[in-house]
Structures are given as structure tokens and as C-alpha cells.
């Protein structure tokens, strides 16, 4: 078909036809790769989760990428198997240079396998926290709730401590509630207990755990803790904290503040106070 | 029971529905359905007007839908929760080896409201549900929490407007006392019979063969015998498929019947 074409004499004839070939190939490869990538993506995540049909989708589109690479160098007059030979070389070197990048890579990897956390999990990492968009060759993306995306390298989701919120569909709300020394703590307990059982968003089971920690500088301490399904954490919060000292306050119940007593001398002696002058018969200045 | 016949409600007119402690306002405008509930709330802000009031409390708002000129009709219908219910008995409750038992198990009904093209508006919970979970907390299912005892007959359950009675009939197969906990009941495989005063399920028979060995249970496909003369208000939200095959051990298995849990502590 290409031998076809009509050239100029200036132009070099095979020249000319390897740069057609080779817009051909890259010109109809590339977004046939990508069509190829979008559907298996489109078809994996009917069967998949969201982070394995990412995955399969970039798999086809770098293998298809890959291959199309090769076809142009073959056009080009590159023999494979040397340029393979040159390439172990050239890697070495290279991975000496990118060190980090190659790091990420492979931590990419193991994060993918391990699937510790995937697209769309909430997770915290070095104090940021956000959902997940997306974990890339490099980097995994997160979307912090106030609308940032954050860039975190692969390699230090592979050596930090990362939290996944939303791995398990329940979740446990831990409050801690101090009242006051006079207090009842069965009754506490027995007020706390009514109030997650009239919030429809708290599950009846796993049942709340009631802890009784011991006695605070300025309260009775106590631990709270109800579980709730994972998309349920801020209505959860808010209502139940919010319906926790409405009924407390029904009920009478004190939720003390920390006391400060200061003391001269004698410890149960009252503050002295004493008057200096006696300016109480004095009429006021007008 | 006359709240589950169809009633017309021409524009501007307005009705009132009591079903359990939920109070329902239904109102149709020139170019819309209005609905407004109460009642169902949770206690802490439940509504208390007990007599007769057209018009809805101030916390409950109208819904409200587009309707097309001269749609009239109106349908209420019974059904079961949209997720399966985990039945709670108030105190302990065992049953030996070796026994069949019958229960009937009271459930909470929503009321699904419907015009008269048969389009679905809304569905209402006619009592307030609490969420629960049933299994570990690492893979489970969301749940409908229901806090009633079984009672071992029909005349011993009270006939109330908001509940269907699901009978279920418990073959205890294995070697130790079987202490009933938790029983979850997959209530979209059951439909709504009316019989009498008194709401109805199709009945369930379910086989216990012991701690950490599947039992099975059937959902079966017409109300119990209890129901005389039961007619089907509604039908079950996941049919389940009905070809039976029978094991080797004698035990009845279809396609319909699946794993029957029991909660342990």
C-alpha cells in the first residue's frame, strides 16, 4: 500500500516509508490501547472491585504499549534481541540513577498485592487523611475532605503505619464521658445504654461496651463505645454526643469541669482574707 | 384491615391512616400526591398525639410526588422490611435435642404506597427500627433489629395492624441443647397474607443440625395452615427459585433453601 505513494526524488523513499509505518502503527495502536484498556476496565469492574479493574486496565494498556514500542523499533531496524541485551545493561545504570522511582514501583506492587486499602477507602497516613483514587504506578492519590489531593509516594505507604477506616463495614465510636463523683455509674451506664438503643444509626450488636476507668482528677471516667456501619460515622457522632448530654441534662446528671482549690497553708483552712480598712461608714465619692 | 383496600382521594382531599402506632396523611392536589408520617420516629422524639389529628405533626414533612390529572386511587399495601431481621428473644430461651418445635415469630410490616397504576411512591416503616449486625464484625450482614419473643402459638401472639406472624417450624437435629439467641429471619424471601384480623407470612421450616454445621431452612411458598382462608396482599422482594433436590441424609435442599444461622454469644 505504502509503495504506492507517489515522492518526491529529494526524499529518501524507505525513509520516508518507516516514518509513514511507524505514524501508522502509533497513530492506530495508541488509542486502539486505550480502547482496549478502557473496555477490560469496563468489564472487570462488573466482575472486580474498583482497585483490580484499575489494575487490569493499566496492565493492558502498559503491555499494549509495551508491544507497540517494540513494533516501532522493529520498523526502525532495531534488532530486539540485541536491543534487549542493551536494555539489561541501560537498566542497570538506570536503576542505579532511579533508585526512588524504581522503589515505588515495586512498592507499588506489593501495595496492589497486599491490598491493604483500595480505591475508595478512607485511610490516614502520616496525619493525612482522605479517600483513596487512586494507587498509580508511583503514587497512590488521596482526597482529603476538604478537597485536596494529596500525592503519596508508594514507597512511604510501604513503610508508614497506615490507618484504612472503611476496610470492615462496621466500625466501633469510642466517646469518653466523665461525670461527676456524686453520680450513680449503673445508672450512668443504664442512661448511656437507653440512649444508643433509641439511635436507630447504633447496632444493636455488636451491643455498645460500657467501661467503667477509674476516678479522674475532676470526674468518674468512663468509656463509651457503640458500633455503627462505616458510612454511618458522622450522623453517629454527632447525634449520639448530642442526645448523651440532652439526656443527661433530663436526668440530672453532671458533667463536671476541672475544680481548682487553692490552699494557703493548712490545707482544709479557708483563704484568709482579711480587712486592712474599714472604709464602710464612708460616703461615696459622686 | 380496611386500610389495605384501595380508597380514592380526589383533589383537594385528604385521608388519614392508622396502621400500629404509624399515622399516615395522604393528600392529593391538583398536580400531586402529598404524604406525610408520623409515629414511627424513634421514642426520643415520637410523636404522641394519640387522637385523631388532620393534619401532621410539625417534625413530619410532606413528601411529595408528581401525579397525573385525575389519578385518584389510591393503594396501601403490606409489606416486609427491605432487609432481613434479626429476632431477638426477650429472655433465654432452649430447646432440647431432638425437638420439633412450631414458632410464630412477630415481624414489623412497612406499608408500600401505591397509586393506582400500581406506581410504587414510597415505602413507610411502621414502627422505629434499630440497625444491627449479624455475624463478626469483620463480614456480616446489616440488619433490621426486632426485639419480640416467639411464642408457641398463634393465639398467644397479639393480632396487631403493623405486624405479620411468620410461623416457623424448627427441626433440632443436633446432639446438644440449642440455646436461641439470635434468629435470622431472611424476611425478602416472604410475602404478606392477610387472614382474618391478623397478618400472615408464608411459613419457614428450618432444620438445626448443630454448632458450626449448616442447617437449612425453606421458605416455603404458601401462608401456614394457621392462616384459613389467607389471601396474598403482597408478594416476597427476592423470589427464590423452587427446584428441589434431595441428599443422601434425607434433608430437604432446593435452590431456596440456604444456611440458617443461629447467633451464639
Redesign the interface.
Known amino acids: 500500500m505504502f509503495a504506492a505513494i507517489d515522492l518526491p526524488s529529494w526524499v529518501d523513499q524507505d525513509l520516508a516509508m518507516t516514518i509513514l509505518r511507524v505514524l501508522v502503527i502509533l497513530g492506530l495502536g495508541l488509542p486502539l490501547a486505550r480502547g482496549l484498556a478502557s473496555l477490560v476496565g469496563r468489564a472487570a469492574v462488573k466482575r472486580l472491585s474498583q482497585q483490580s479493574a484499575m489494575v487490569a486496565k493499566k496492565i493492558v494498556y502498559y503491555a499494549s504499549f509495551v508491544l507497540l514500542m517494540m513494533m516501532v523499533l522493529h520498523e526502525l531496524g532495531f534488532h530486539l534481541a540485541t536491543l534487549l541485551g542493551a536494555a539489561g545493561i541501560v537498566g542497570v545504570a538506570l536503576g542505579f540513577a532511579s533508585q526512588t522511582s524504581v522503589s515505588n514501583i515495586i512498592s507499588g506492587l506489593f501495595l496492589i498485592s497486599e491490598r491493604s486499602f483500595e480505591v475508595g477507602d478512607i485511610i490516614e497516613v502520616n496525619g493525612t487523611t482522605g479517600v483513596v483514587l487512586s494507587i498509580d504506578l508511583l503514587s497512590a492519590k488521596v482526597r482529603t475532605f476538604d478537597n485536596r489531593v494529596v500525592r503519596i509516594p508508594n514507597e512511604t505507604l510501604i513503610k508508614a503505619d497506615v490507618i484504612n477506616y472503611t476496610h470492615f463495614p462496621i466500625r466501633r465510636l469510642d466517646l469518653e464521658i466523665g461525670v461527676a463523683y456524686k453520680e450513680d455509674i449503673a445508672r450512668v451506664e443504664g442512661i448511656l445504654r437507653e440512649v444508643a438503643d433509641r439511635n436507630p444509626l447504633c447496632l444493636d450488636e455488636p451491643e455498645p461496651v460500657f467501661i467503667f476507668k477509674g476516678f479522674g482528677d475532676s470526674a468518674l471516667e468512663m468509656k463509651f463505645c457503640v458500633w455503627f456501619m462505616k458510612e454511618d460515622i458522622l450522623k453517629v457522632r454527632n447525634s449520639l454526643l448530642r442526645e448523651i448530654k440532652e439526656r443527661f441534662d433530663v436526668e440530672g446528671v453532671e458533667i463536671p469541669f476541672p475544680h481548682r482549690t487553692i490552699y494557703t497553708g493548712a490545707v482544709t483552712a479557708p483563704f484568709p482574707v482579711k480587712v486592712v480598712e474599714d472604709r464602710s461608714g464612708e460616703e461615696s465619692e459622686p | 384491615m380496611e386500610q389495605w383496600n384501595p380508597m380514592d382521594v380526589a383533589p383537594g382531599q385528604a385521608r388519614r391512616v392508622d396502621i400500629g402506632p404509624l399515622c399516615l396523611w395522604i393528600r392529593r392536589t391538583e398536580h400531586e400526591w402529598r404524604l406525610a408520617w408520623a409515629g414511627n420516629e424513634?421514642?426520643?422524639v415520637r410523636w404522641d398525639g394519640a387522637e385523631a389529628q388532620d393534619e401532621p405533626p410539625a417534625h413530619a414533612e410532606w413528601s411529595r410526588w408528581a401525579a397525573p390529572t385525575g389519578e385518584k386511587r389510591i393503594r396501601l399495601v403490606p409489606v416486609l422490611p427491605d432487609r432481613g431481621v434479626?429476632v431477638?428473644p426477650e429472655g433465654s430461651f432452649r430447646i432440647s435435642a431432638g425437638v420439633k418445635v412450631r414458632l410464630f415469630v412477630r415481624v414489623p410490616i412497612w406499608v408500600r404506597v401505591l397509586t393506582g397504576d400500581a406506581t410504587v411512591l414510597t415505602e413507610v416503616s411502621t414502627v422505629?427500627?434499630?440497625?444491627?449486625?449479624?455475624g463478626e464484625?469483620?463480614?456480616?450482614e446489616?440488619a433490621w433489629?426486632v426485639k419480640t419473643d416467639p411464642v408457641f402459638a398463634a393465639a398467644e401472639a397479639p393480632a396487631l395492624d403493623h405486624e405479620a406472624l411468620c410461623r416457623i417450624d424448627l427441626h433440632h437435629k443436633g446432639v446438644e441443647q440449642l440455646e436461641l439467641k439470635?434468629l435470622f429471619l431472611r424476611v425478602g424471601h416472604l410475602r404478606v397474607y392477610r387472614a382474618g384480623a391478623r397478618l400472615w407470612t408464608n411459613g419457614v421450616k428450618a432444620v438445626y443440625e448443630g454448632k458450626d454445621k449448616v442447617g437449612s431452612v425453606d421458605y416455603l411458598k404458601s401462608a401456614p395452615s394457621d392462616a384459613s382462608g389467607a389471601v396474598k396482599l403482597s408478594d416476597e422482594r427476592e423470589p427464590v427459585s423452587g427446584v428441589l433436590v434431595r441428599g443422601s441424609a434425607g434433608l430437604l435442599r432446593s435452590l431456596e433453601t440456604e444456611r440458617f444461622r443461629w447467633?451464639g454469644a
Not at chain 2, 422505629?128 to 449479624?134: E, G, I, K, P, Q
Not at chain 2, 464484625?137 to 456480616?140: K, N, Q, T, V
Open positions: 424513634p421514642p426520643a434479626v431477638r422505629h427500627l434499630s440497625n444491627t449486625w449479624f464484625p469483620d463480614a456480616g446489616l433489629a439470635r447467633g
